[in-house]
């Protein structure tokens, strides 16, 4: 039984720039869609975000524009809030850090660590910049990242592989003040001891247990949050600087601390909690319902901020005593937009306000689009081309198309009352089973934060309802049969009734037109599923198209403004530097001929596949290979969807000895060709090319 409470959580965006696309789809869409869901379920929810408005980032942005710090959150703090508000994503409040509350609260947090002994304090060498005559926090440096090579890599983390980092982890820093080398100098923080929290931390996250007694289900936790927060505990935690040497934040409230000020990693997260109050005491709640007791509290955030909210945070709840620890962390991977990477530095983005500015009639198009591909489980990309194929093949063409042919006929065969439901068919009793299925899966797809599945599961409907019209032929049949349109008709405007319900998570504003059409003044979630929603002789409205189709012309328009959006030639050096971050790979060893003759590569066509239990990344497919259909292990798995790949003839390298990977055994390999930025293809034969030809 879920438990009514919820709190959620969407990550606190920096207020040192405004939105793009890849925010929206990988945090404030999904959370979004989930809280609506909750309260169609009749949750308790508070749904909490707000600026994050202190770090170095704010200052780096404020020393770009020449203006102070407080002008840039309050810019960026308006353009973000009246994004959201425009995109109908419904905060019950989007807080700010720079707020009176927040600072209280904050303060008192780290407080009531502090006399805790939470912290540890000591003097380290940190660099200084010597031009500037300060030190470096996170933001202020910048260098190799250690794990992935990334060169632009900051102090905290680096923004292409994830990882979290310590400026001294750097490889050849420079601090992005002067762009020379710091020095090291001394300088005395308070610091969080995470290595003592190691083993509570990886049975909380592991089995989802802490002290013994079961706190959250781990198997709804996603592969991706689940993998970065344990192989970061088992490489062993280290002490991180809860505190700063900064002159814009909140300022550490003990004694010995002039000039510093809080670590952004502990001030932001705390935002959810004075957000929470400001919130409640507006609509007289009391704050701590939201923050303790039985109840869930679910964070939605992108990759980059996994370990922030599923081990920082969660570590300074526990310590702190009195708050609940996350229930879930729906941690998004990336979008990619037109075959690179979201680059504000480049000003390769799609920004929302401006989108919503060119575009304010199509909110639920790009909502839609934007789930569909939702980065969920492994990056996904965002084309202008796509936005069109979804609009016009699925919005318009499958859901707008049998929503206007129900009601157009029943308009025209009934002046627009309800026919009486008559005797059923097979296969409107197929139908009628499908309408009661789906629900289920919706909400059970929506309990496990798969939002992207569950969006496609309520299209599933619409396409059931064209197929049913499309087989029915209520138009032909109404010349012979009226009786018989009566009871199709009827059906055709329940799967109406119940798309206007389930898609309201989804595209609110075009189930509200729906609803409209069918004079559905109230509704109800639980409703879904029924064929009785609408009584026979309601009298429904006369329709309008829910969705104009994208034309060729608005694709390039919009192409042509991403291109146009690109600065100046600084910016494009930019991306061929970060073009040449991974060189192309040196040629291998010479080989001798006869060598090369003894391997075997022959065309294979993919019969099947499924993933490999256990393993995020490999495939098994049975492959036929013209001698024989063979299994081969790929990790190819968070690439390439099953279905993409089931039926495509590949280059298949024959007379490898078997290998056994993940207990299934392996009798080849499938070659891929991979781009500097790691993308894979498969080296595809000519499709005249018969399945077992040799490839020489």
């Keep these: 039984m879920e438990k009514k409470q919820y709190t959620v959580t969407a990550a606190l965006p920096y207020a040192n720039g405004p939105l793009h696309l890849g925010h929206v789809a990988g945090v404030y869409l999904p959370a979004d869609i989930f809280v609506r869901f909750l309260r169609h379920k009749e949750h308790d929810v508070a749904f909490i975000s707000g600026s994050d408005e202190h770090g170095a980032a704010i200052t780096l942005r404020a020393k770009k524009e020449g203006i102070s710090p407080q002008e840039i959150v309050d810019k960026y703090h308006d353009i973000i809030g009246n994004a959201f508000k425009k995109f109908d994503i419904k905060f019950d409040i989007f807080h700010r850090t720079t707020a009176e509350t927040h600072k209280e609260t904050a303060q008192d947090f780290f407080k009531v660590l502090d006399k805790k002994g939470a ?9 200084y910049d010597q031009d500037h005559e300060q030190f470096l926090a996170d933001r202020y440096i910048s260098g190799e990242c250690p794990k992935c090579g990334y060169a632009e890599a900051y102090g905290d983390q680096c923004e292409k592989c994830g990882s979290a980092l310590s400026p001294t982890d750097l490889i050849n820093p420079v601090s992005t003040l002067s762009g020379k080398t710091p020095v090291l100098r001394e300088t005395s923080h308070w610091f969080l001891p995470m290595e003592r929290h190691e083993d509570w931390l990886r049975e909380w996250i592991k089995e989802g247990t802490l002290d013994g007694v079961q706190q959250h289900d781990p198997k709804k936790w996603r592969n991706q949050v689940n993998g970065q927060c344990l192989s970061w505990i088992d490489g062993g935690l280290h002490p991180r600087a809860m505190t700063r040497d900064l002159d814009w934040g909140i300022p550490v409230p003990v004694e010995g601390a002039d000039g510093k000020v809080l670590y952004v990693w502990l001030d932001a997260p705390i935002g959810y909690i004075s957000a929470t109050k400001d919130w409640a005491k507006s609509v007289g709640k009391d704050w701590k319902d939201y923050w303790t007791g039985d109840r869930k509290l679910v964070h939605f955030i992108g990759k980059d901020n996994i370990v922030f909210h599923a081990v920082i945070f969660p570590i300074l709840l526990k310590e702190h005593g009195e708050f609940i620890l996350p229930d879930n962390v729906p941690a998004s991977e990336f979008l990619n937009l037109e075959g690179a990477k979201f680059s504000t530095s480049r000003n390769w983005a799609v920004w929302l306000h401006e989108y919503l500015e060119r575009h304010p009639e199509k909110v639920d198009e790009l909502k839609y689009t934007l789930t569909s591909i939702a980065p969920e489980s492994k990056d996904s990309e965002f084309t202008w081309l796509d936005f069109q194929s979804r609009v016009n093949n699925e ?3 499958v859901l707008g198309n049998f929503v206007n042919r129900a009601l157009v006929l029943n308009n025209k065969y009934y002046d627009g009352a309800v026919p009486t439901l008559g005797e059923l068919t097979a296969e409107d009793q197929k139908v009628i089973d499908a309408i009661k299925e789906i629900p289920a ?14 969006q496609g599961e309520v299209m599933g409907l619409a396409r059931i309802g064209n197929r049913y019209l499309a087989e029915t032929e209520p138009w032909k049949v109404v010349k012979t049969d ?38 559905m003044e109230t509704f109800n979630w639980a409703q879904a599923g029924s064929i009785n929603l609408l009584s026979a002789r309601t009298k429904t409205n006369p329709p309008s198209i829910l969705f104009q189709k994208i034309d060729d012309e608005f694709v390039e328009n919009e192409k042509a403004i991403l291109i146009a959006s690109q600065k100046d030639n600084e910016s494009a050096k930019e991306a061929e530097a970060e073009e040449e971050e991974k060189p192309t790979a040196p040629q291998k060893e010479d080989i001798e001929f006869d060598e090369f003759l003894k391997i075997d590569i022959r065309v294979g066509k993919i019969l099947s596949a499924k993933k490999v239990k256990k393993a995020d990344k490999l495939l098994e497919l049975l492959v036929d290979t013209g001698l024989d259909q063979r299994t081969i292990v790929s990790g190819i798995a968070e690439q390439f969807d099953i279905e993409e790949i089931v039926g495509k003839k590949v280059s298949v390298l024959m007379n490898l000895p078997p290998r056994k990977l993940r207990g299934v055994v392996s009798n080849g390999m499938i070659l891929m060709a991979e781009d500097k930025l790691g993308n894979l293809s498969f080296i595809a034969p000519g499709e005249g090319m018969e399945v077992g030809a040799e490839i020489r």
């Design 482 to 519: 009226p009786k018989r349109v009566e009871t199709i008709l009827h059906i055709a405007l329940q799967i109406t009734a119940n798309l206007a319900i389930l898609f309201d998570p989804f595209i609110p504003a075009t189930a509200a037109k729906m609803r409209n059409f069918l004079n």
């Design 119 to 127: 912290f540890t304090q000591k003097t380290t060498e940190q660099y």
């Design 395 to 397: 919005l318009a063409d």
């Design 441 to 454: 899966k919706v909400e059970e797809l929506l309990y496990n934060y798969k939002i992207r599945e569950a």
